[in-house]
């Protein structure tokens, strides 16, 4: 029983051993959870919305200049100008150089389809040209109680103004050499006497532009002719032409034997075997400086024969605008324009640049009567002729250029010789 009870305890604990492990149970798989709803972001006008940086204001850009003028003022007149724009709080970008390159350069533009400058400084000529390229705009008339006639006529043409006039240059001027003359001579009949004094030994009385035109409408101011009629056309066969011409021939005696230029007989002057020289504000500098051999005087045009300053033509110096410029930028060139009209701004001019103002309240500024050059042209400046922006005085001042070296080899009288001029300048007006 003992031994029956072992086996069946055996039997149990084999069968035992041999039942398969009991698999493990499965954890369960986690409930599905929802997906989160998403909590709505505070709309923008939820918070105070941040304030953005005001809105900068562009510079204006600066206004193109072409400043043309000569050589040896390119830098007073680019100072000036850049002083007068920031007086005025005009921006400006200047660019200089000299009148006939300015022109050039405009010409090639214009051909490329190039806008012009802005603004443009120049003298009348400047003007005239630019006016027939259709390069430049009217401008407002300026007021003639204080300009000068001359540069209000230099700018005038089909009855509008074409530039702002700040200036007058190109003024003839009686230059003496203070060895051989101790006074100069004030009217005509003593200049004459003077030259001839002073002709002879290898010296001349007079030297002048002879066959140039800006230097006969001297002689025939003093005849008391005129280049151009009422009606602005030539006016060169009338009797004060031929007084002039007749004139012309009397003083030409004293100078070089023709066929002498102008350049000759400024050498002749220079190297003190000149006494008397009619010449230009241009010239001035030139002589200067040559105290050896030229002790320079300074004086007024002699009186003509009516008693009154004789003149000579006026050359204005303007801003002009450009064809194109208008609104806000045309606004601009019209403030700096009024500025340099502006008294101390004309004083300026004549002091940095050696011009005549166009104002004519400026010419008793003592920068201009403390100047013997600048005094002895604002003798005549007021009553002095203009040069105006039109073909006819163009063609006067040709036909007179043309005409002039006849009479002075005696090949024609002074009669033919106005009358050839007036046909010549009538051709050439009626084109």
Same mark, same amino acid.
């Given at each position: 029983?003992?031994?029956?009870?072992?086996?069946?305890?055996?039997?149990?604990?084999?069968?035992?051993?041999?039942?398969?492990?009991?698999?493990?149970?499965?954890?369960?798989?986690?409930?599905?959870?929802?997906? %989160?709803?998403?909590?709505?972001?505070?709309?923008?006008?939820?918070?105070?919305?941040?304030?953005?940086?005001?809105?900068?204001?562009?510079?204006?850009?600066?206004?193109?200049?072409?400043?043309?003028?000569?050589?040896?003022?390119?830098?007073?007149?680019?100072?000036?100008?850049?002083?007068?724009?920031?007086?005025?709080?005009?921006?400006?970008?200047?660019?200089?150089?000299?009148?006939?390159?300015?022109?050039?350069?405009?010409?090639?533009?214009?051909?490329?389809?190039?806008?012009?400058?802005?603004?443009?400084?120049?003298?009348?000529?400047?003007?005239?040209?630019?006016?027939?390229?259709?390069?430049?705009?009217?401008?407002?008339?300026?007021?003639?109680?204080?300009?000068?006639?001359?540069?209000?006529?230099?700018?005038?043409?089909?009855?509008?103004?074409?530039?702002?006039?700040?200036?007058?240059?190109?003024?003839?001027?009686?230059?003496?050499?203070?060895?051989?003359?101790?006074?100069?001579?004030?009217?005509?009949?003593?200049?004459?006497?003077? %030259?001839?004094?002073?002709?002879?030994?290898?010296?001349?009385?007079?030297?002048?532009?002879?066959?140039?035109?800006?230097?006969?409408?001297?002689?025939?101011?003093?005849?008391?002719?005129?280049?151009?009629?009422?009606?602005?056309?030539?006016?060169?066969?009338?009797?004060?032409?031929?007084?002039?011409?007749?004139?012309?021939?009397?003083?030409?005696?004293?100078?070089?034997?023709?066929?002498?230029?102008?350049?000759?007989?400024?050498?002749?002057?220079?190297?003190?075997?000149?006494?008397?020289?009619?010449?230009?504000?241009? %010239?001035?500098?030139?002589?200067?400086?040559?105290?050896?051999?030229?002790?320079?005087?300074?004086?007024?045009?002699?009186?003509?024969?009516?008693?009154?300053?004789?003149?000579?033509?006026?050359?204005?110096?303007?801003?002009?605008?450009?064809?194109?410029?208008?609104?806000?930028? @045309?606004?601009?060139?019209?403030?700096?324009?009024?500025?340099?009209?502006?008294?101390?701004?004309?004083?300026?001019?004549?002091?940095?640049?050696?011009? @005549?103002?166009?104002?004519?309240?400026?010419?008793?500024?003592?920068?201009?009567?403390?100047?013997?050059?600048?005094?002895?042209?604002?003798?005549?400046?007021?009553?002095?002729?203009?040069?105006?922006?039109?073909?006819?005085?163009?063609?006067?001042?040709? %036909?007179?250029?043309?005409?002039?070296?006849?009479?002075?080899?005696?090949?024609?009288?002074?009669?033919?010789?106005?009358?050839?001029?007036?046909?010549?300048?009538?051709?050439?007006?009626?084109?």
């Amino acid at each position: 029983m003992a031994l029956y009870a072992r086996v069946l305890i055996l039997i149990l604990l084999l069968t035992a051993c041999s039942q398969p492990a009991a698999a493990p149970t499965p954890s369960p798989e986690p409930a599905a959870t929802p997906a %989160a709803t998403r909590t709505p972001l505070p709309s923008p006008t939820a918070a105070p919305p941040t304030a953005s940086p005001p809105t900068q204001t562009p510079e204006p850009e600066p206004l193109t200049v072409w400043a043309a003028g000569d050589e040896a003022h390119h830098d007073a007149l680019a100072r000036l100008l850049t002083d007068a724009a920031a007086d005025a709080g005009v921006p400006i970008r200047i660019r200089s150089s000299t009148s006939d390159a300015m022109i050039a350069r405009l010409r090639v533009d214009q051909i490329d389809g190039q806008p012009p400058p802005d603004v443009i400084w120049g003298d009348g000529n400047d003007l005239a040209i630019l006016r027939t390229m259709g390069l430049i705009q009217a401008v407002r008339p300026t007021p003639a109680d204080d300009t000068l006639p001359a540069v209000i006529t230099g700018a005038t043409a089909d009855d509008q103004q074409w530039g702002a006039p700040v200036g007058a240059q190109g003024f003839l001027l009686l230059l003496y050499n203070r060895k051989f003359v101790e006074s100069p001579p004030r009217t005509i009949d003593a200049l004459i006497a003077v %030259a001839r004094a002073n002709t002879g030994s290898g010296r001349f009385g007079l030297v002048a532009g002879w066959t140039e035109a800006r230097w006969f409408a001297f002689w025939l101011d003093i005849t008391g002719g005129e280049m151009l009629d009422a009606n602005g056309m030539p006016s060169l066969d009338a009797p004060a032409v031929v007084a002039a011409l007749e004139l012309l021939r009397t003083v030409r005696r004293y100078g070089p034997t023709p066929p002498s230029t102008y350049d000759e007989g400024a050498r002749f002057f220079r190297r003190g075997r000149a006494a008397l020289a009619i010449d230009g504000d241009w %010239a001035l500098e030139g002589y200067r400086g040559l105290t050896d051999t030229l002790e320079l005087g300074i004086a007024p045009l002699p009186l003509t024969n009516r008693g009154t300053p004789a003149t000579a033509p006026l050359t204005g110096v303007y801003l002009m605008y450009g064809a194109a410029l208008d609104g806000q930028r @045309l606004a601009q060139a019209e403030t700096l324009a009024t500025t340099l009209r502006e008294p101390a701004w004309q004083a300026r001019i004549a002091r940095d640049l050696g011009m @005549l103002p166009a104002s004519i309240t400026a010419l008793n500024d003592p920068v201009v009567t403390d100047d013997p050059a600048l005094a002895a042209a604002a003798t005549y400046a007021r009553s002095a002729p203009g040069i105006p922006p039109t073909r006819p005085i163009r063609c006067a001042w040709d %036909a007179v250029e043309i005409e002039l070296p006849s009479l002075l080899l005696g090949r024609r009288t002074a009669a033919d010789t106005a009358a050839a001029m007036q046909r010549r300048a009538m051709a050439c007006a009626e084109r």
